[in-house]
C-alpha cells in the first residue's frame, strides 16, 4: 500500500469469516425449523429476505479469502489485496452483528450466543481494526494511483489470456461505439457481431464436438465481463442469450437438435432471443399463458403459437426466439404443461416489426422505451396462429412439459452471465471514477487527495472485486456441476447491487458532471439500474431461490 498500515492478521480475518458462518448456519436452523424446511417460507418472508443476503454475503467473504489465500500460496498477493478482504469481512460482521441485535426475535440467537461470537473482544478487535479509516484510505489511495483498472491475478492461464484480448478487443472496437448506441437507442452494429462471431464469443462453452470452444463458463464469464465493462447493452449482453438457448439444448436437446442449432448458435449465424415474461406474469414464470396448440400445416406437425410475450431483449434482430409456451391447456398442469420451443423468425433492424407466414400466421414485435440497456432493444411480442414445426421442441416428443425446467436451468447460466456482467459494469464506474479523481482539481489540488474520495473509492474497489470472486467461484462450481442452481443466483444478486451501488457511488464524486451524458458514469448508472431487475428480480431471486434453497438444507 502507498501508507505504512499494519496489516490485519489473516488468521484473524478467518477467525472472523468462522463467527459469520456459524451465526449464519444457527441462524438458518432456526428458519428450517420455523418454515419446515422452506416449505413455509411465505410465512417468514422478511427474515428469509435477509437470511439470504446474509448468507449471500457470507460466501462473497469466503471467495474473497479464499482467493486472498490462493494468490499468497503463489506469490501474487499483497498488502491491498488482503485489506480488501479484511475490510470487506468486517463490514459483513459489522451488518449481521447489528440485524441479529435489532431483530432479537427472528433471529432466535440470544445475546450471549452474538458475544460470544461476533460481539467478543476478539472478533471486535478485527472488525475495528480492518474498517479503520486510515485502512480504508489507503486502499482508495492506491486505486486512484493505477486509476481503479483491475490486473488481478487468475490462477487459470487460459483465462488471464482470454481477458487481456476481451479486454483489448473491447477497448478497441466496443468502447468508441458505446455512448452512441446509448444517446441514439441504436441496434448493435452488424459489423461489431461479426467480429465478435469471428473471435468465437458466441461459443466459448459450447463443446467442442458442437462447433464451440468448450472453454467452460469462466472463460465466457470473463469475456462477459470485460464486454460488459465495454458496453453492458453494446456488447457484454450479447452472448447472454444463446448461453441460455445452449443450456437448455445441452440438457434436454435431441441429438439432432444440437447438430442442427449449437454450431450455427457458436459461429454467431443464430442470434438467440428469449421469451418467457408476458405481460401480466412475470416471476410466476409457471402461470404462463401464451399457448402453443398442436396442429398440422401442409401435412407437417407443429404447433400455432398464440398469446403475448413481454421483455423479450433483442427480440427483432434475433434470427431464433426461445419461446416458454403452453402446450398444455390444462391450468392445473402448471409448469408441467409448459414447453420451449425454438421459433424461426427474419431479422429485423429497428424499433418495430411485423413477421407475415405464407400459412397467415403472423408474430409482431414493439420496442419498448427504455431509460438504459440500449443497443438491443427489449419487445413486446404478440403471436397470432405463428406455425412453428414440431422437430422446434426442444426434445422433442420427449420435452413435451419440460420447458419451465429446461428454462429453469437456463436461467442459472444467464444469472451467473450477469454477475459477470454487473462486476463487468462496476469495474468501468470504478476505472472512469478513479480517473475523474486523477483529473479533476479543485480547491487547488486533484480531489483524489481528499480523505472522503479516497475512503469511497476504497470501499467501491472493494465490493467489486469480492462480487468478482463470488462470480468466479459460481463459474468454477458451475463447469464442475451444470445443474446449480444456488451460486449463480447468488452471484447474480451481489453484483447487481455492487453495479448500482458502485456506479452511483461514482456518480457523486463526478458532481454535477456526474449527470451529464458526455460523461459516461451517467450511463452506467442507468443501465445498472436493470441488473438487480431481469434474470430474476432481487426480492424473488432472495426468497424463491436462494432462500429457499438454503432452506432446503443446500449449502
Known amino acids: 500500500?502507498?501508507?505504512?498500515?499494519?496489516?490485519?492478521?489473516?488468521?484473524?480475518?478467518?477467525?472472523?469469516?468462522?463467527?459469520?458462518?456459524?451465526?449464519?448456519?444457527?441462524?438458518?436452523?432456526?428458519?428450517?425449523?420455523?418454515?419446515?424446511?422452506?416449505?413455509?417460507?411465505?410465512?417468514?418472508?422478511?427474515?428469509?429476505?435477509?437470511?439470504?443476503?446474509?448468507?449471500?454475503?457470507?460466501?462473497?467473504?469466503?471467495?474473497?479469502?479464499?482467493?486472498?489465500?490462493?494468490?499468497?500460496?503463489?506469490?501474487?498477493?499483497?498488502?491491498?489485496?488482503?485489506?480488501?478482504?479484511?475490510?470487506?469481512?468486517?463490514?459483513?460482521?459489522?451488518?449481521?452483528?447489528?440485524?441479529?441485535?435489532?431483530?432479537?426475535?427472528?433471529?432466535?440467537?440470544?445475546?450471549?450466543?452474538?458475544?460470544?461470537?461476533?460481539?467478543?473482544?476478539?472478533?471486535?478487535?478485527?472488525?475495528?481494526?480492518?474498517?479503520?479509516?486510515?485502512?480504508?484510505?489507503?486502499?482508495?489511495?492506491?486505486?486512484?494511483?493505477?486509476?481503479?483498472?483491475?490486473?488481478?491475478?487468475?490462477?487459470?492461464?487460459?483465462?488471464?489470456?482470454?481477458?487481456?484480448?476481451?479486454?483489448?478487443?473491447?477497448?478497441?472496437?466496443?468502447?468508441?461505439?458505446?455512448?452512441?448506441?446509448?444517446?441514439?437507442?441504436?441496434l448493435i452494429p452488424e459489423d461489431l457481431i461479426r467480429k465478435m462471431a469471428e473471435l468465437g464469443y458466441f461459443g466459448m462453452s459450447i463443446p467442442e464436438e458442437f462447433g464451440g470452444a468448450g472453454m467452460g463458463n469462466l472463460v465466457m464469464i470473463i469475456t462477459t465481463e470485460e464486454l460488459s465493462r465495454g458496453s453492458l447493452a453494446g456488447a457484454g449482453s450479447l452472448i447472454t442469450r444463446p448461453e441460455i438457448l445452449t443450456k437448455a439444448l445441452l440438457k434436454g436437446g435431441t441429438q439432432a437438435q444440437k447438430e442442427l442449432w449449437l454450431p450455427r448458435i457458436a459461429r454467431g449465424d443464430v442470434m438467440v432471443g428469449i421469451s418467457v415474461t408476458e405481460p401480466d406474469v412475470g416471476s410466476d414464470v409457471a402461470s404462463v399463458k401464451c399457448r402453443a396448440d398442436a396442429t398440422e400445416l401442409g401435412g407437417r406437425k407443429g404447433f400455432a403459437i398464440n398469446g403475448a410475450k413481454a421483455w423479450c431483449t433483442f427480440a427483432g434482430r434475433a434470427d431464433v426466439l426461445a419461446l416458454l409456451?403452453?402446450?398444455?391447456?390444462?391450468?392445473?398442469?402448471?409448469?408441467?404443461?409448459?414447453?420451449?420451443?425454438?421459433?424461426?423468425?427474419?431479422?429485423?433492424?429497428?424499433?418495430?416489426?411485423?413477421?407475415?407466414?405464407?400459412?397467415?400466421?403472423?408474430?409482431?414485435?414493439?420496442?419498448?422505451?427504455?431509460?438504459?440497456?440500449?443497443?438491443?432493444?427489449?419487445?413486446?411480442?404478440?403471436?397470432?396462429?405463428?406455425?412453428?414445426?414440431?422437430e422446434n421442441l426442444v426434445g422433442e416428443r420427449g420435452g413435451a412439459g419440460k420447458g419451465f425446467y429446461l428454462q429453469m436451468g437456463g436461467f442459472a447460466a444467464g444469472r451467473l452471465q450477469t454477475g459477470g456482467r454487473a462486476t463487468g459494469l462496476a469495474q468501468a464506474a470504478l476505472e472512469r471514477t478513479a480517473e475523474y479523481a486523477n483529473d479533476r482539481r479543485q480547491f487547488g489540488e486533484p480531489i483524489g487527495n481528499f480523505q472522503l474520495t479516497q475512503h469511497k473509492l476504497g470501499r467501491m474497489a472493494t465490493h467489486v472485486m469480492a462480487a468478482r470472486q463470488l462470480t468466479y467461484a459460481a463459474a468454477r462450481a458451475m463447469d464442475a456441476n451444470e445443474s446449480i442452481a444456488l451460486e449463480p443466483a447468488m452471484a447474480k444478486l451481489f453484483a447487481s447491487d455492487v453495479a448500482v451501488w458502485v456506479t452511483q457511488e461514482g456518480q457523486l464524486l463526478h458532481g454535477g458532471w456526474g449527470y451529464a451524458e458526455e460523461f459516461a458514469i451517467s450511463r452506467y448508472v442507468v443501465d445498472a439500474l436493470v441488473l438487480p431487475i431481469f434474470e430474476g428480480v432481487k426480492p424473488i431471486l432472495e426468497l424463491k431461490v436462494i432462500a429457499r434453497n438454503l432452506l432446503a438444507g443446500e449449502r
Not at 6 to 23: G, M, T
Not at 327 to 353: A, N, Y
Not at 374 to 379: A, I, K, L, N, T
Request: aromatic share 6%; with cysteine.
Open 1 to 186: 500500500m502507498a501508507d505504512t498500515v499494519k496489516p490485519v492478521e489473516r488468521a484473524a480475518v478467518q477467525h472472523l469469516v468462522a463467527a459469520i458462518d456459524a451465526l449464519v448456519s444457527e441462524a438458518l436452523d432456526v428458519a428450517r425449523g420455523k418454515t419446515d424446511a422452506g416449505k413455509g417460507i411465505d410465512s417468514a418472508q422478511v427474515q428469509c429476505e435477509r437470511l439470504a443476503y446474509a448468507a449471500t454475503e457470507l460466501e462473497a467473504a469466503k471467495t474473497l479469502l479464499a482467493f486472498a489465500e490462493t494468490a499468497s500460496e503463489h506469490g501474487q498477493g499483497g498488502a491491498v489485496l488482503d485489506a480488501m478482504t479484511a475490510l470487506f469481512a468486517a463490514e459483513v460482521a459489522h451488518r449481521l452483528g447489528s440485524q441479529i441485535d435489532a431483530h432479537a426475535e427472528e433471529f432466535a440467537l440470544s445475546d450471549d450466543r452474538l458475544n460470544a461470537t461476533l460481539g467478543s473482544a476478539s472478533c471486535k478487535a478485527v472488525v475495528r481494526s480492518a474498517l479503520s479509516e486510515a485502512r480504508v484510505r489507503a486502499i482508495g489511495r492506491h486505486v486512484i494511483q493505477h486509476r481503479g483498472v483491475n490486473h488481478s491475478w487468475l490462477p487459470e492461464e487460459m483465462a488471464m489470456m482470454s481477458r487481456d484480448s476481451v479486454r483489448q478487443f473491447a477497448e478497441t472496437e466496443v468502447v468508441p461505439l458505446a455512448e452512441r448506441l446509448h444517446r441514439h437507442d441504436e
Open 325 to 390: 409456451a403452453r402446450t398444455d391447456p390444462d391450468p392445473k398442469k402448471g409448469p408441467r404443461g409448459l414447453s420451449l420451443l425454438i421459433v424461426e423468425k427474419d431479422s429485423f433492424p429497428g424499433h418495430t416489426f411485423e413477421m407475415r407466414q405464407a400459412s397467415g400466421g403472423v408474430l409482431v414485435g414493439r420496442a419498448d422505451a427504455t431509460p438504459g440497456y440500449r443497443g438491443m432493444h427489449s419487445y413486446t411480442l404478440s403471436f397470432d396462429n405463428y406455425f412453428v414445426p414440431a
